[in-house]
């Protein structure tokens, strides 16, 4: 569906990708995350023909990007593009206008589309009645009234309360149910985790690495994590090692990466002597690998 291949882009002296590529399949959901300034919304914007590459080239379903391109992808950006004081319907038509709806198929599109993200019974009420969650569904839905092959949710569920976020995200798996390909940048690793088939992670406008989440997990050489309250932190770490076992620091907490799966008994074992406050076992999330690439690579 995507095919991203060399592509780099510069202001000025500062080089915002270099050499990225990135391969998108039909009907997946691909997580794009990094930090502020990883070079995610210059690709959009490249994708979405609203910026020029310097070098590299960009295919949307064989089609090199252009004007045409624009047709077959829908965005919704992290800042909702709808007009306030105007309806859930008046909005959506706004932009199939703009898409070159005819009126038949437009007003059908409009019904259409404001069922699909279960706003319908909205579509006369004012965008400024709505509630956070609502208007960024309504601003997902502007991005799928022209029947897009690829959408581009760009931090769709910043800001949102967790009710919300569930109804963004219940959304988002329907478009991969109905064969819609979802490019979603967000910052909040447990939604690519749920989401996503598969995640790259970008850091100064290169791809770090990518894969399934069970792929990304064998870039961490452990079978589980555990996070250690003690006050004898390099005791700790010092035992730790003698059995092999990897040691980080995540914010304030000490953490050991284990290289095998031990039962609650004999990791104690393994810190006997030590006074030890807590343990608390974690599986390898997609934080500890982002973490990992983010300070070490």
């Given at each position: 569906m995507l095919t991203i291949q060399n592509l780099n882009k510069s202001y000025g002296k500062r080089q915002v990708l270099k050499n990225l590529n990135l391969q998108i399949n039909s009907g997946e959901v691909y997580g794009l995350i990094g930090a502020?300034?990883?070079g995610k919304t210059t690709t959009i914007n490249i994708i979405c023909n609203l910026l020029q590459a310097d070098s590299g080239q960009i295919k949307i379903n064989q089609q090199s990007v252009s004007e045409a391109t624009k047709k077959i992808i829908g965005v919704a950006p992290q800042e909702n593009l709808l007009y306030k004081s105007l309806s859930c319907a008046e909005n959506l038509k706004f932009?199939?206008?703009i898409y070159g709806l005819n009126r038949k198929e437009r007003q059908q599109r409009i019904l259409d589309t404001l069922a699909s993200v279960n706003l319908l019974d909205r579509a006369?009420?004012?965008v400024e009645t709505l509630s956070g969650g609502m208007q960024r569904r309504l601003n997902i839905a502007v991005a799928l009234v022209h029947q897009p092959q690829l959408v581009i949710l760009d931090e769709p569920t910043t800001g949102l309360d967790i009710e919300a976020r569930y109804e963004i995200w219940e959304l988002i798996r329907q478009l991969k149910n109905q064969g819609i390909t979802v490019l979603l940048t967000t910052h909040l690793l447990e939604e690519a985790e749920r989401l996503c088939q598969r995640i790259g992670v970008l850091k100064h406008g290169q791809l770090l690495a990518e894969g399934s989440l069970a792929e990304l997990r064998k870039l961490i050489p452990a079978e589980e994590i555990i996070l250690v309250q003690t006050e004898s932190e390099e005791q700790a770490i010092a035992r730790?090692?003698?059995y092999g076992f990897?040691?980080?620091r995540y914010g304030s907490?000490?953490?050991f990466w284990l290289p095998e799966s031990l039962d609650l008994k004999e990791i104690i074992a393994r810190f006997d002597g030590i006074a030890i406050n807590s343990i608390a076992r974690q599986p390898v999330r997609l934080e500890h690998i982002y973490l990992e690439l983010m300070q070490y690579s």
């Open positions: 502020n300034g990883s932009f199939a206008d006369k009420q004012p730790a090692k003698e990897t040691h980080r907490d000490l953490a």
